[in-house]
């Protein structure tokens, strides 16, 4: 079982910042695509952002220029700063672990961190 930890969601006003962290296991994080899903109310989950072993990142187009997707491999962590953020962007939000860049995640997932934007 891997197990990832998630941290950073709460409640945020519209147009406002906030980063989501994720811890992986050691010994399978720095060679791994690690993404960010959320999944809206009433909607199905999606792909947010990914970013491959070497850095290569990948956003859905509702999110380019707003999130940033990061990773820190000494730290086995992998970030979701979100910018600019709207109510739209109310979700609560997995990270994820594997997979293929931009196409699909792999088969592990964290617990689920919610994220509100309202006033």
């Known amino acids: 079982q891997v197990q990832l930890v998630e941290s950073g969601g709460g409640l945020v006003q519209p147009g406002g910042s906030m980063r989501l962290s994720c811890v992986a296991p050691?010994?399978?994080?720095?060679?791994?695509?690690m993404n960010w899903y959320r999944q809206r109310p009433g909607k199905q989950r999606e792909l947010v952002a990914g970013i491959s072993s070497g850095g290569i990142k990948r956003y859905t187009d509702s999110v380019k220029g707003r999130f940033t997707i990061s990773r820190d491999n000494a730290k086995n962590t992998v970030y979701l700063q979100m910018n600019s953020l709207k109510p739209e962007d109310t979700a609560v939000y997995y990270c994820n672990l594997g997979g293929i860049l931009g196409v699909r995640g792999g088969p592990h997932w964290g617990q689920g961190t919610l994220v509100t934007v309202s006033s």
């Open positions: 050691e010994t399978i994080f720095s060679v791994s695509t």
